[in-house]
Nanobody
Framework: QVQLVESGGGLVQPGESLRLSCEAS????????MGWSRQAPGKKRELVATITSGGDTNYTTSVKGRFTISRDNAKNTVYLQMNSLKPEDTAVYYC?????????????????WGQGTQVTVSS
């Protein structure tokens, strides 16, 4: 079993910054891709940023130049640095990680998700 725990959300004013963290723990052999998604009220979940185990990153257009995804493989942790926040960034932010884990007989993969952390940008 693998758990992902997010932290760092909160209420900020437009133009301010937040840094989200997400730590994976449990039966982990290796962590492959990691990412952040968000879901605003009444909207579909949106993929915000992804990072491979080698450090390659991708961003949705609306956050390019403002958000930075990074990871610390030694700590099984992914981060999302969010700068110049806008009211439209308000959402619940979820992290995910594709994790390789051992069973008695096999090395398997699964995509695990955190419980979400609220980010509210408002004056």
């Amino acid at each position: 079993q693998v758990q992902l725990v997010e932290s760092g959300g909160g209420l900020v004013q437009p133009g301010e910054s937040l840094r989200l963290s997400c730590e994976a723990s449990g039966n982990i052999f290796s962590i492959y891709d990691m990412g952040w998604s968000r879901q605003a009220p009444g909207k579909k979940r949106e993929l915000v940023a992804t990072i491979t185990s080698g450090g390659d990153t991708n961003y949705t257009t609306s956050v390019k130049g403002r958000f930075t995804i990074s990871r610390d493989n030694a700590k099984n942790t992914v981060y999302l640095q969010m700068n110049s926040l806008k009211p439209e960034d308000t959402a619940v932010y979820y992290c995910n990680a594709v994790v390789g884990y051992y069973t008695d007989y096999d090395l398997l993969e699964n995509d695990y998700w955190g419980q979400g952390t609220q980010v509210t940008v408002s004056s």
